[in-house]
């Protein structure tokens, strides 16, 4: 048997409203026979017809009934249809989500499912990675799991996390990244994993890129370079220590990806690193991000503009020379 | 159905003579509007004394709508007041040292220094706190809402506070939409009390009277005087009361002058003479004081207890609060989750 990082998703909403009543899903097209834009709610209505509910094109709405409901005692999974337009719901999820256990004491546990990331001609609107956005602002859990297994436990993980929990799904691996079978508990929430042991470079991301630095890994490799690589899994809380580690044993830095260029994810792990560990640098760092521009939709524009495993082992080749 | 109720006559002569509970209910406003009064003008000195940062927003003129709004919910219900409903939230329930703690940054407060002014609450007590983005509180009520349903609860009510300015944003309309959508139990009190801050009602909508939108929505809707005590009381309490019985969700719109600038900081210079001159410009405390002395409902010496009465807990409020420690920035817990595994470490 083989399940999918998208069937891991459903399959982790169906034992959270199977083993939760407080447990709902909340969002446009989840329910009926539909089961959402990507499906990754699909049948889910038939089993829970009145927790699965879909909404109006309301996307603060659909936030902001969310947190009243967690607020009474509910645990609400929302899903955006796209990540781009939780931009919408920006102020619901930073300014009343985000504030209110500080401002309250009472805090609000939401999950936000968010597709992200880009595919082949999906443009501007239907391509953001927000990650960076949300973990800029305080009171909130950012979430960006890169394999199957992590996106199975994690999302069960973000429900039991009584703050709100930003989950951020890449929509490229959905169909793509395939496990045997789903574990019953991963890593705990904010814990980087070592997707590859190396000696010469870390390379630190997340999500999908995972897939691209391991890539460009295993081509580095054939050149007699073994190049670690950091999944970070959460993006907030960021496990610097994990990194920092790894920078301790390869003396080399690349942080790498997907969302805009300025500020950031990796700006974040880069800005640590230099502060905390800067006597373990061995070369200055580099960062890779998309352009700065929004993203196009051609897949010829779409493939430069996005971090690469070409980009990322040409971009570790160069500071392996440093 | 579309019920849109008379706009009221002002003179208290004409009315028929309510029965003696209508009375009852009259007065038991009319002594939070007096308290909610007494209490906002003591801000006002405090702030013009140096005494409080940030600023002062009071509801002077909108007490008759406010104390309506919190009148007739009951533990259970979910109440979203807003920037001038200090009338209404005491009549909810919420004690006056609340109001001292949050205005002058008491540790002790609901928000402890980490939040001021209106933007207060208890969430755990069925009393929201609002942020400063308007619109945004609707939708949380309806969720709130949606989670005692979940639950099978019954006999709940949410009331949501708007005022006409509040009733433009896109969250608004999200809200009231979804609200419908959902069949919530909700009642949306908007009060039109003529400006957003400066801008006056005919840069704000088109609309001849946003009540119409009511009928857009799938809300019943009711326009209202909002200057009369009585009428305040009679259609926002029937409102909670059809809400409450599983009615679609109701929208009142009220018509009052903001007897006050936006807030302390601003001295309403831009408020026209011609506005002031219209009936809706009407102080409601005075309108409702005039009411029980022509009604004789009870003798000047009982009228003036309640306002020595009113005066004594106001001071004793505002004297808990100032001898309370104020936060320090040292010594605070900086931590914006309760998960503290998954605190960001990093500063």
Redesign the interface.
Known sequence: MSITYLEAIREAQARLLREDDRV?IYGQDVGGVFGGAFKATKGLAKEFP??VLN??I?????????????????R?IVEMQFADFSSIAL??IL??A??????????VPITVRLPSGGTKGSGPFHSQSMESIYAHY????VMTPATVEDAYTMLIDAVA???PVIYCEHKYLYYHLKADKLPDKGL???RGRIARQGRDLTIVTYSALVHDALAAADELSRENFEIEVVDLRTV???D?DTVLASVSRTGRLLAVGESFPWGGATAEVIA?VTSDGFHLLDAAPVRINAKDTPIPYHPNLWSAHRPSTKLIAQKARALLKE | MLQTAQRGKKSPSKKAAPKPEVHEKFLEAFRWMLLSRTLEEKLVSLYRGGHITGGVYIGKGQEAVSVACGLFLQKGDIFAPLIRDQAGRSAFGEPLVDVARTYLGSRQGPMRGRDGNIHRGKPGEGQLAMISHLGAMVSVVVGSLMAKRFRSEENFVGLSCIGEGGMQTGSFHEGMNIAAVEQVPLVIVATNNHYAYSTPNDREFACSDLVERAVGYGFEGYSIDGTDLDMCLEVIGSAVQRARAGRPPQLVVASVLRLSGHGEHDDASYVTEEIKRQPFAQDCVKLAEKNIVHLQLVDAATLQSWKDDAKKQVDEAIAIAQQEAAPEGDKEDWRAISTSELLDQRE
């Open positions: 709902f009145s927790r909404t109006p309301s996307e603060d709405a659909i936030v902001g009934t969310a947190i009243g409901a967690a607020l009474q005692g509910m609400p102020n619901q300014n009343q985000g504030t209110h256990y500080w401002r309250t004491n009472i805090p305080p009171g909130l859990i996390i009584d703050d705990p929430t904010g907030k809380p960021l610097t640590r």
